[in-house]
């Protein structure tokens, strides 16, 4: 790769900074660099973490007023509310076309359910609630499982198992590490567990906008893709099959997907900001 193919280069008269010469020797042997861009400004990354205060703000509504009976349309006008309450506007609301302003993914469901007055939380249920928050233009991800009622052991230890997926790929994320350490850790821990790791929707670089670089597979290989550079504010959000990792996306809404052997899928999902030490939360 010539010079000027360099998204990183010294520029004449300004003394590159330890973190600028560090991302220039990787770039220098190879390895997939971000660009400036995704390095977040210190000013950036208090207007996410501002964001995601609400956003936490939004997720601790749910668990708190989530029950049987009531339907992800309920979940939804919570979900509106607290967020234009709070000076904020609800990421998902009219987002590619996406009717409302939350996912709501039960059971079968994987991830992108649209809330609806028709689907009622019933007992035994596994939900997937996925706030996403627009705060001063700075965008924060996250998303919960809650359990309703009796819910059996195999559904109850799925939902546990994809939290540690979400906890451990968290751990392995360090500065000047690779995408690819966060996919491979994950996928191993799904498939110790008898389960699969959704491969065809991803985590994703996110803050000043919904979805930005990186993509961050929850399966892959250790020492491969972007090197994770302090700065950077990407998702982590597993989608852990019981069955099969095969998804089927809903032709008759657009958005809905589902497990095609319909069998339970479990998500938690966190915005995280690189730091000198490793992956700080910013949704908790
Ligand atoms: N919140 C999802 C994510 O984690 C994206 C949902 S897009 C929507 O990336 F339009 F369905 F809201
Ligand atoms: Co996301």
Redesign the pocket.
Known sequence: MGNGHRKWFVRKGVEPTELELKVMECERRGYIVPSRKLIKTPEQIEGIRESGVINTGVLDLIEKEIKIGMSTEDIDKLVYDYTVDHGAIP??LN????P?S??TSINEVV??G?PNPHTILKDGDIINV???TIYKGYFS?A?RMFCLGNVSPAKQRLVDVTKECLLIGMEVAKPFGFVGDIGFAIEQHAKKNGYSVVRD?T??G?GLA??EDPEVCHFGKPHTGMVLVPGMVF?I?PMINMGKSQVVFSERDG?TVTTRDRLPSAQW?HTFVMTEKGLEILTY
Do not use: M
């Open positions: 990421a998902p987002y590619e076309g996406f409302k939350v996912c991830c992108h649209i996925d706030v996403s991800d998303s929707l985590g994703h996110v919904f979805h998702t959000e958005w999902e």
